[in-house]
């Protein structure tokens, strides 16, 4: 024991020793900044900084979507206040030198490049969650539903936004782009939280359910498409420059679905045989994921329409890609979406809602928000017939869960100069609401189904449209 302990102290001990020597008598970190104070790569550089606001966002986001669980809350909306009381909000109402400490200027483009990326891949195993077959299979009801919960909201959205544009004008869109825009936040739906919420409820596999969700999955289809459109709008110099981009983006999908699809089935099929391919063609499915993102920012789209096709194109019943898709869902979750919630909340400025009419206006866009979709849904099922007035209230109620879907398209509003300041953060305040009042209205709407052999099954398999389950919880 004498001699591991002599061996140790010199061989350890006293290099480290030296080392703190050379530190405190010669310095570290190079030269400081005398802007800042900071040296330019030690403790306080960018780097530090970047990791000390990572840090704090996944752990209030994780803070936040535990005790949204414990209160019957899908996790994103606990997630998403998480990162709203790290803003200008709440922190830097009440502490604005630790708000400014934690999220300085420099780290904000960083931070934002990070929640990009997080959501490109989200949308991803959005796409690769898609239930295809239940949109296949899906009843008429369905089709009918979803169709009508989106075009509906879309019209009066659109009738709203012509009152909205004299009060909160956008930054630069034409009033056409303006009026889509805000008609189409009005119509969206959020698949994802939606079905995390039915199955939590033991709805997911119930006839009830899966009505809803084959309208809310035609409903997130529809909506991704008018999004194209918007979006080539906004972007487009001239109508012209719009229309080929629409075209340039219907070229891509067909290409996706004839040629790359049944090339990735083969493909992985080929790779699962050969155990020492699969770390290539991992790496081959992710770099796919980022250039199909390249391709349509470049048509004048945005990314996300194109990781969102990477995804609906993936071989989803291959156990190689859900074990790809599991690794990208981990980082996904625990750390770039909390980063992108943050980004959300760090753009929201309730100090801009200046005077009662501003935040009368904010609760008028609440409530048209919501009785454009519940009341939509509900009329819509029951003049189809088959449904008692509770089941289709029930309806009304999933379609009005719009979650990270309706941040994703109010983040590009803000993005694309669209959405003023006040607006997004009024339209974000009715995102949370709507997300948050579903839970609690199925459970008074509808008592929980008993529970099936489907439900009991833990976890929730990952190889249909349950893959999602995680991600969304």
Known sequence: ?????????????????????????????????????????????????????????????????????????????????????????????????????????????????????GVVFFMFLVGAEMPSGLLRKSSRAGLVIGHASIAIPFLIGVAMA???????????????????????????????????ILAERRMLHSPLGVTGMAAAGIGDATAWSLLVAVIAIVRGTSLTSALLAVVYVTAFVLVMM???????????????????????????????????????????VHTIFGAFMAGAVMPRESPLFREIAGKIQGVTVWVMLPLFFATVGLRTELSTLVG??????????????????????????????????????????MMNCRGLTELIVLNLGVQLGVLSPALFAMFVCMAVVTTAMTGPLLRWITPPPPPTAKDERAPLSPAKEDLHAPLLS
């Open 356 to 397: 009662w009419g501003a935040w009368l206006t904010c609760l008028a866009i609440v409530a048209v928000a919501v009785v454009a979709k519940v009341g939509s849904a509900t009329v819509t099922a029951l003049a189809l017939g088959g449904h008692t007035r509770r089941e289709a209230l029930a309806l009304g109620a």
């Open 258 to 300: 004839a040629v790359v699809r049944p090339l990735l089935a083969r493909t992985v099929r080929w790779a699962e045989r050969r155990p020492s391919y699969r770390d290539a063609v991992s790496a081959g499915l992710i770099c796919l994921i980022l250039v199909s993102a390249l391709a349509t920012d470049r048509m004048g």
């Open 1 to 117: 024991m004498r001699r591991i302990l002599s061996v140790y102290s010199i061989t350890v001990l006293v290099p480290i020793a030296a080392v703190v020597a050379l530190l405190v008598t010669r310095g570290a970190g190079g030269p400081a900044n005398p802007a800042t104070g900071h040296t330019s790569d030690g403790v306080g550089g960018p780097l530090f900084q970047l990791f000390i606001a990572a840090s704090v966002v996944i752990a209030a986001a994780a803070l936040g979507g535990t005790v949204a669980r414990r209160l019957g809350q899908p996790a994103v909306v606990g997630e998403l206040l998480a990162g709203f009381a790290l803003g200008p909000s709440l922190l830097g109402a009440l502490a604005p030198g630790v708000q400014h400490a934690l999220f300085p200027a420099s780290v904000l483009p960083q931070l934002d490049l990070l929640a990009q990326l």
């Open 162 to 196: 012509l009152w909205l544009h004299g009060r909160y004008p956008s930054a630069g869109a034409s009033l056409t782009a303006y009026l889509l825009f805000i008609g189409l936040s009005f119509a969206i739906t959020a698949l994802p939280v939606l079905a995390r």
